[in-house]
T-cell receptor
Framework: SQQGEEDPQALSIQEGENATMNCSYKTSINNLQWYRQNSGRGLVHLILIRSNEREKHSGRLRVTLDTSKKSSSLLITASRAADTASYFC????????????FGKGTLLTVNP | EADIYQTPRYLVIGTGKKITLECSQT?????MYWYQQDPGMELHLIHYSYGVNSTEKGDLSSESTVSRIRTEHFPLTLESARPSHTSQYLC??????????FGSGTRLTVV
């Protein structure tokens, strides 16, 4: 079964607005990662947050992690049309288990 | 999206054919993975390898097989393709202290 579940499944916003996507997971993790996928392409790694971190920033991206609630959020500020893509969270479980388990993804559409 | 290459990008073949999807990376990563992505966007891990001569089945049962004879190559083979194998196949590798690097994928259609 899937570890991560993104919410919402689809999000449509105007250019310049902020976009927030949420992810919930079920078991303990080493880290949580966010990826972007443009239509028909592979996934691109955006940001990794470790289980002992609560917040991380990278450019216009802000990720939070709440291990007590087993949830994470990805905030994209000042969105652009080029941000249109599917966004996935993925978890790497505890121990030496170097496998990523993905959620179902959020399809973000940024309208110009 | 570079340093990990998948070929072909698109493949349409008939039922019963044997096919091999190629995946190569130039980063010297030990850990490599194959994911299958269905039209609803979910990714499912079907195979992984932690090094040469090491291969394991993933969380989703698959009729495909893999091999890891060299660090840089991790090909996936379907002995007899069926329409149910139609999907996008994504290869990835993992280095130290970084996220996973994905290839551009192979979109397979079995007719």
């Amino acid at each position: 079964s899937q570890q991560g579940e993104e919410d919402p499944q689809a999000l449509s916003i105007q250019e310049g607005e902020n976009a927030t996507m949420n992810c919930s997971y079920k078991t303990s993790i080493n880290n949580l990662q966010w990826y972007r996928q443009n239509s028909g392409r592979g996934l691109v790694h955006l940001i990794l947050i470790r289980s002992n971190e609560r917040e991380k920033h990278s450019g216009r991206l802000r990720v939070t992690l709440d291990t007590s609630k087993k949830s994470s959020s990805l905030l994209i500020t000042a969105s652009r049309a080029a941000d249109t893509a599917s966004y996935f969270c993925a978890t790497e479980s505890g121990g030496s288990n170097y496998k990523l388990t993905f959620g179902k993804g959020t399809l973000l559409t940024v309208n110009p | 999206e570079a340093d990990i290459y998948q070929t072909p990008r698109y493949l349409v073949i008939g039922t019963g054919k044997k096919i091999t999807l190629e995946c190569s990376q130039t980063m010297g990563h030990d850990k490599m993975y194959w994911y299958q992505q269905d039209p609803g966007m979910e990714l499912h891990l079907i195979h992984y390898s932690y090094g040469v001569n090491s291969t394991e089945k993933g969380d989703l049962s698959s009729e495909s097989t893999v091999s890891r004879i060299r660090t840089e190559h991790f090909p996936l083979t379907l002995e007899s393709a069926r329409p149910s194998h139609t999907s996008q196949y994504l290869c990835a590798s993992l280095g130290q202290g970084s996220g996973y690097t994905f290839g551009s994928g192979t979109r397979l259609t079995v007719v």
